[in-house]
Nanobody, 115 residues
Framework: QVQLVESGGGLVQPGGSLRLSCAGP????????MGWYRQAPGKERELVATITRSGSTKYADSVKGRFTISRENAKNSLYLQMNSLKPEDTAVYYC?????????WGQGTQVTVSS
């Protein structure tokens, strides 16, 4: 069973920043497309950002210009730098790894944006 472990969530004021991290096995980071998703209470899980093995990125319109996804394959790590956070960014954030029909999820980390 592949294990992805997120960290870095917490409580932050509007306008603040957080950096999420995701660690996993080297076999995943060598081949898989990695991504961050989030799920707010009462809402469906939604895509935040993805990054390919070569570094190509995609973002949800709601986070463009504020969030940056990155990965360090040599360190088996995925990151999400979140700036200018808004209350509507409050959600559980999940790390995702996808390769063909194979897909794995982390357990999630809570991000709360509130004054």
């Amino acid at each position: 069973q592949v294990q992805l472990v997120e960290s870095g969530g917490g409580l932050v004021q509007p306008g603040g920043s957080l950096r999420l991290s995701c660690a996993g096995p080297g076999s995943i980071f060598s081949f898989y497309v990695m991504g961050w998703y989030r799920q707010a209470p009462g809402k469906e899980r939604e895509l935040v950002a993805t990054i390919t093995r070569s570094g190509s990125t995609k973002y949800a319109d709601s986070v463009k210009g504020r969030f940056t996804i990155s990965r360090e394959n040599a360190k088996n790590s995925l990151y999400l730098q979140m700036n200018s956070l808004k209350p509507e960014d409050t959600a559980v954030y999940y790390c995702n790894a996808r390769f063909g029909t194979n897909e794995f999820w982390g357990q999630g980390t809570q991000v709360t944006v509130s004054s």
